[in-house]
């Protein structure tokens, strides 16, 4: 009789839950996240992300609800994607680029906005400061700008005699206006000439290869953004093609084919953004939570298409490498 009535309980208990989190997504209580992708490379980050709810104890489809939207390499969908989310009164906007931060910040003053992979928060007008970011946005620093610098002295001791780099950037983007400047600062010091190849989609590829070929460009430093990352395989094929040296922002390119990249590792910025949304939806306003900068940089080199161009990757660069693909 005791265990009858014991499974009677349990049973009972379970019905009144499944009940209460019916009655919970009916009447629209379980939270809804904006999901601001970018394009190229989404669905990896997107499952990272998702990775750092889990590990907090959301899941999909119960307690959390994820409404996907994708710019597709394109800066000007942004709007459209953004008008959408607020539309669909979500709770929280997360957004992995600065055209996407901006788009949302520009779209609402009251839903809170998580931002990642911006590289300065600060000069590009999201934020206040990193300590008091204020209003409804907050999220995690690249720190871009300053390392685009770090950049250019690695193909610097990778190539000793390297005298005209080419930049392949997308002016378009208030993000990449201050790496590209940080890069030029940077080039000054290490007297190196820039090349500014600006790819603003994918027509602009093929030309700016072009035109690094005849100003005779010994090497590329390609500063990532949607436009440039959706463009990123014919990229990588024209490096090699050229038997053009190239450092990217993002090990997801090294992997991908291209020679080696030096950067923040981007999939742990994901997963400590979900640190965020969780934060907020607690209750805790973005305004109170500071900006955090990476905790992880890595060099990833790629030996395999070193050899394909003819390069030989001196010893002491290797020896700094986080990871070699060989």
Request: charged share 25%; aromatic share 6%.
């Amino acid at each position: 009789m005791k265990k009858k009535i014991i499974f009677l309980l349990v049973a009972a208990l379970i019905l009144v839950s499944f009940q209460f989190g019916e009655a919970q997504q009916a009447s629209g209580k379980i939270p809804r996240i904006g999901y601001l992708a970018g394009g190229l490379g989404a669905a990896t980050r997107t499952e990272t992300f998702k990775q750092g709810l889990r590990d907090l104890g959301y899941v999909e489809g119960k307690n959390i609800i994820i409404e996907y939207r994708n710019a597709e390499g394109k800066i000007e969908r942004y709007s459209d994607l953004v008008a959408d989310l607020v539309g669909l009164k979500v709770d929280v906007i997360f957004t992995s680029s600065t055209p996407g931060a901006l788009a949302a910040k520009n779209a609402t003053k009251t839903i809170p906005i998580v931002f990642t992979n911006v590289g300065d928060p600060v000069a590009n007008g999201l934020v206040a400061s990193l300590a008091r970011p204020g209003g409804n946005i907050t999220g995690l620093s690249t720190l871009a700008p300053e390392l685009s610098g770090k950049g250019l002295e690695l193909l610097k001791e990778t190539i000793p005699k390297l005298s005209r780099v080419a930049v392949v950037w997308n002016p378009d983007n208030p993000g990449k206006t201050s790496s590209f400047k940080e890069t030029e600062v940077a080039a000054r010091a290490l007297r190196l000439q820039l090349q500014s190849l600006e790819v603003r989609g994918p027509k602009d590829v093929e030309p700016a290869f072009q035109a690094a070929r005849k100003e005779r460009a010994g090497a590329l430093i390609v500063l990532r953004d949607v436009v440039v990352s959706s463009q990123i395989r014919r990229i990588l094929e024209l490096a090699l093609k050229n038997q053009m040296p190239a450092i990217y922002g993002d090990r997801g390119f090294v992997d991908a084919g291209g020679l080696m990249s030096y950067g923040p590792n981007i999939d742990d910025l994901f997963r400590r953004a979900a640190t965020y949304v969780d934060k907020i939806l607690k209750g805790t306003k973005p305004a109170d939570l500071p900006i955090e900068r990476p905790s992880k940089f890595e060099l990833v080199i790629n030996l395999k298409t070193a050899k394909q161009i003819g390069l030989t990757i001196p010893p002491n660069v290797l020896a700094r490498a986080d990871k070699v693909l060989r």
